[in-house]
């Protein structure tokens, strides 16, 4: 199983982008998706994440500003970065919570995109 992320880049204060996550391989079912974030000297924390059943959870720090969203049929997550701010700049890594065919559930990372937010 792989998780790739794609999306980052550097966009200047106020603009958006949005992060895509495929997760491939032999995948029986997907239970939550999610994106973190570290910034340079901080700890990974928790940005958004999204259950099987739509149900959402945002770090304050983002809220209303991001949208997370899932595309069940191609195994995807995405995150929608509007009105961005030089302090959302980190590497974003995606993460699933997954079933793969013949295991029970397991915990699995992307290799993380850079998002910089700079004039």
């Known amino acids: 199983v792989q998780l790739q992320a794609s999306g980052g880049g550097l966009v200047q204060p106020g603009g958006s982008l949005r992060l895509s996550c495929r997760a491939s391989?032999?995948?029986?079912?997907?239970?939550?998706m999610g994106w973190f974030r570290q910034a340079p000297g901080k700890q990974r924390e928790l940005v958004a994440n999204?259950?099987?059943?739509?149900?959402?959870n945002y770090a304050d720090s983002v809220k209303g500003r991001f949208t997370i969203s899932r595309d069940n049929a191609k195994n995807t997550v995405y995150l929608q970065m509007n009105s961005l701010k030089p302090e959302d700049t980190a590497v974003y890594y995606c993460?699933?919570?997954?079933?793969?065919?013949?295991?029970?559930?397991?915990?699995?990372w992307g290799q993380g995109t850079l998002v910089t937010v700079s004039s």
């Open positions: 993460n699933a919570d997954l079933m793969e065919v013949g295991k029970w559930y397991e915990d699995y």
């Open positions: 391989g032999n995948i029986f079912t997907i239970n939550a």
């Open positions: 999204i259950t099987s059943a739509d149900s959402t």
